[in-house]
């Protein structure tokens, strides 16, 4: 990579290694089969970012395609204090770009294997851990591949949950309501997702929950064999031993979160409310999701040399943005081939009307649904309900961006409230109020 040079304006110089304007790309933290992962730095922010590089052809190659999107889906999902934040997607026609939370501490797996922890260390580092996958699964998904190594440490010692490559949301569940793909790793692995039955993904995130804090408290792990049938074995009886210097409280809830019948393993709320659990603990609180776009971007070469053109105006609305080149669009204006099995299928549409029309639109909508409109600014419009749901009052954000000449693209997405009570509202309220307006809803077939 060419060295960094700073002009006078401080404006990037043509020898920096820039992407789409906005990203010094730094020194290669890390690599894997598919990705690079480099230290960057926002050039308006100052702000550090880890930015992981994937390569479409060999993701496609591998049929890995599918496995990128998830990710991409579940990320923008789950904005939480103690998960490695996503702050944006971007892509070439060769290359997918990762925007991540840099978190430089390294992987809680350096120091586990220098030895066991002391008791408060670990307990701190399983409420933050709790508290991420609590929060995951209040969003419908399951992490699937919980170890030490996917659990990184920031500068304040704080742990965030990273690599959801392997995560699953609810629509990946088949018709018995149960997941059945084989996946993470074996070691940290509820058995019954060994057994290659179907399988609830919290509950087996709760067992790998277990094993963490086994190995934070023992400094080994609880399963272990050289002989990976033998393990299996131990696995699916949960038969394993405590060292003695582990306290009894803390052996008691082990106890119950390695528990091989998954309908009688310990749920969250119940950890949360043991005393072992309690003592010092600070719930952390969750970010409010603010979907965002970025804008079209154009391929120059093999290098990191791209450019982003953003629309930015405020007299029209922003620009879709670059997952058109993670995914080829489907036939008409359908675009939820972007998504992850359509998950955006219900909250977003194509039309031709304007934009300003849509904003009139939405508005009166709004009044009819008896949904306040808290703010009106640069094509997105925040609404409210005024009556309190299960998780308190329902906040939805819509966003008008520009997709084609004379075709807009409108998304809504939630900011507050309950996750099923809005897709109610879409479904129920939203679609046959804006009805006159819908070019093609996403995941459909735009003939209909």
């Known amino acids: 990579m060419a060295s960094s040079v700073e002009q006078p304006n401080g404006q990037p110089s043509a020898s920096r290694n820039v992407i789409f304007g906005r990203y010094e790309m730094g020194k290669l933290l890390g690599q894997g089969t598919f990705a690079k992962v480099y230290h960057g730095r926002n050039l308006e922010t100052q702000e550090s970012v880890a930015i992981k590089v994937i390569n479409k052809d060999h993701v496609k190659k591998e049929g890995m395609m599918e496995q990128i999107k998830r990710e991409i889906s579940v990320m923008r999902l ?7 934040e996503l702050k944006e997607v971007m892509a070439t026609r060769g290359k997918i770009f990762f925007v991540m939370e840099y978190v430089k501490g390294g992987e809680l797996f350096a120091k586990v294997v220098k030895g066991r922890f002391k008791e408060d260390a670990a307990r701190k580092y399983f409420q933050q851990l709790v508290s991420a996958v609590d929060f995951c699964h209040s969003r419908g998904v399951s992490h699937r591949d ?6 990184l440490l920031d500068e304040n010692g704080d742990l965030k949950v990273s ?7 609810p629509e990946h569940l088949r018709n018995d309501g149960l997941l059945h793909t084989q996946c993470g790793t074996p070691a940290y692995v509820a058995p019954e997702v060994l057994r290659k039955k179907g399988y609830d993904g919290a509950k087996g995130d ?3 929950c277990g094993v963490i804090l086994y190995v934070l408290l023992a400094g080994y792990l609880p399963f272990q064999e050289e002989n990976l049938m033998k393990m299996y074995r131990k696995v699916f009886k949960a038969d394993y031993e405590f060292p003695q210097w582990i306290s009894m409280d803390a052996k008691r809830l082990i106890s119950k979160l390695l528990v091989a019948n998954p309908e009688r393993r310990i749920t ?20 409010s999701v603010e979907e965002h776009a970025v804008g079209g971007c154009t391929e120059q070469g093999d290098s990191f040399g791209g450019e982003l053109e ?8 922003r620009f879709y943005n670059a997952f058109e080149f993670i995914s080829s669009m489907s036939s008409g204006f359908d675009l939820s081939s972007l998504f992850e099995n359509g998950r955006k299928s219900g909250s977003m549409f194509t039309t031709r009307c304007s934009a300003s029309a849509i904003i009139g639109k939405l508005q009166a909508v709004a009044k009819k649904l008896n949904f306040g409109v808290l703010s009106v600014k640069d094509y997105k419009v925040k609404l409210q309900g005024r009556s309190e749901g299960r998780k308190g009052k329902l ?24 996750t099923l009570e809005y897709r109610k509202f879409c479904h129920d309220d939203v679609r046959p109020a804006l009805q006159d307006i819908v070019w093609c809803w996403q995941g459909e077939d735009s003939s209909q």
């Not at 789950?78 to 490695?84: A, E, G, K, M, Q």
């Not at 690599?163 to 949301?169: E, R």
């Not at 043991?274 to 969750?286: D, E, I, L, M």
């Open 78 to 84: 789950v904005r939480h204090p103690n998960v490695v």
């Open 146 to 151: 919980l170890k030490p190594e996917n659990l």
């Open 163 to 169: 690599d959801f490559g392997f995560s699953a949301l």
């Open 206 to 208: 709760i067992w790998s």
């Open 268 to 287: 969250i709320p119940t950890i949360m409310r043991t005393p072992w659990f309690q003592k010092g603990f600070k719930k952390s609180v969750a970010f």
């Open 310 to 317: 953003l629309a930015r105006s405020n007299s029209k609305p």
């Open 395 to 418: 906040g939805v954000t819509v966003e008008v961006f520009e997709v084609a000449p004379e075709v807009v693209l409108v998304e809504f997405s939630k900011s507050s409230g309950d």
